[in-house]
């Protein structure tokens, strides 16, 4: 929405100076819309996009030194203690809560999904058994886009539609199967009786040797989990997934390309590196040396699970996350897990320090995480293959909305050149030694 009011910005160049709208939102920080400076011949410049709003969204809003974080209007913490994935998934894609029959009939649409093509196979078939799961995610929900050619025409809502749900369908199959080919399982087919959380740790855990029956605590703890990684406005991931469709590229490919930048260990990777530094501290005692190893600016470690680029305040999802550990824990019988004290230990100590305090460094989504989810008996490299599958609700409709935004083009960052000026080729005889 535009407001009332420019900002005008005087380069004192000799030329008028050039009045620049203010836009806002219904929530949030205002905007200064930059797009005239183009004209005048010039760019912001805004490495790591702190400062830099790549589009509008209805989808999500965070607020950062708050705390806070809504989809669609309704805070975290009431989706994530009163709702369920599918409802989420549902009310991110459409934008509202579903009726009793909508959700009765996009589950419908999502478990009639679940299933991959049988020349899938083949291609996992392709990795090397020991390919990390992450790798192998990315590689064959790329692969998918060869299985649906429907899905190119990104122009029409239906087909839209139909990729969306596919892909929501679809992750937890190749997630499953990702980590079933690295151990030499046999693939467990989705089961359209069970629900989707219920689904995954079925085809994750079952052998086709006997009946395998999954815990409801766990099933239900597992779905908290994927309503709190289901989507988290223009991150680096989804962001990559906006620009990689900006071009109208298929779905499937963009997903993957997301997919792709969540791996990296400061995005989605972090709850695998939280997990291993965990193991490294192997003890109470050795937390003020991991303190002061982060603190030490010589040294490139950083306390994993710790500071975010938006909440400079507790992540609203690292509390229902640590509630969330208590309860499995505590189902489980495992609350003498030495891991687990070793995160509380770590997380006292940080949050009482100097550099953490000023800095605004608390803990992020990805503390706890790795700790419930190996009690739920997920090994650490399947950690960020879980993300991605519970991101795919935010990244199909994120890519949606982009796509029928009226002010869509294709994303075409530019850039300040520091390179060499003009200059002649040199022979490779005149070059020297
Ligand atoms: N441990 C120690 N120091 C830190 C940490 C940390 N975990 N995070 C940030 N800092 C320091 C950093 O060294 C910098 O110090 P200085 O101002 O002296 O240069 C300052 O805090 C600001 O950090 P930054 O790297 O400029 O902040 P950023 O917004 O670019 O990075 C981050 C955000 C999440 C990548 C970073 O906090 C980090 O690396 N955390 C650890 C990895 C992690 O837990 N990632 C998961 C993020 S949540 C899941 C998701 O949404 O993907």
Redesign the pocket.
Known sequence: MKENRTVTLDLKNGQPPIELPVMSGTLGTPVIDVRALAQHGYFTFDP?F?ATASCASSITYIDGEAGLLYHRGYPIEQLAYESDFMEVSYLLLYGELPTAQQKVDFEQAITHHGMLHDQVVTVFRGFRRDAHPMAVMIGVTGALSSFYPDAHDVFDPRSREISAHRLIAKVPSIAAWAYKYNIGEPFIYPQNRMAYAENFLHMLHATPCEPYEVKPVLARALDRIFILHAD?EQ???TSTVRLAGSSGATPFACVAAGMAS?WG???????E??LKMLEEIDDVKNIPAVIQR??D?ADR???????????KNF?PRAKVMRETCHEVLDALDLMDDPQFKIAMELERIALQDD??IA?K?YP????YSGIVLRALGIPSSMFTVL?ALARTAGWVAQWNEMLTDPAHRIGRPRQQYTGPTRRDYVPMTKRGA
Not at 301 to 311: C, K
Not at 364 to 367: A, G, R, S
């Open positions: 790591g702190t988290h991150n680096a991931s969540l260990p400061l995005h989605g990777g972090a709850n590196a939280v982060a603190k600016k470690f950083r306390l994993m699970g710790f500071g975010h680029r938006i909440y992540d550099y953490f800095k460094l992020n989504v990805d503390f993300f």
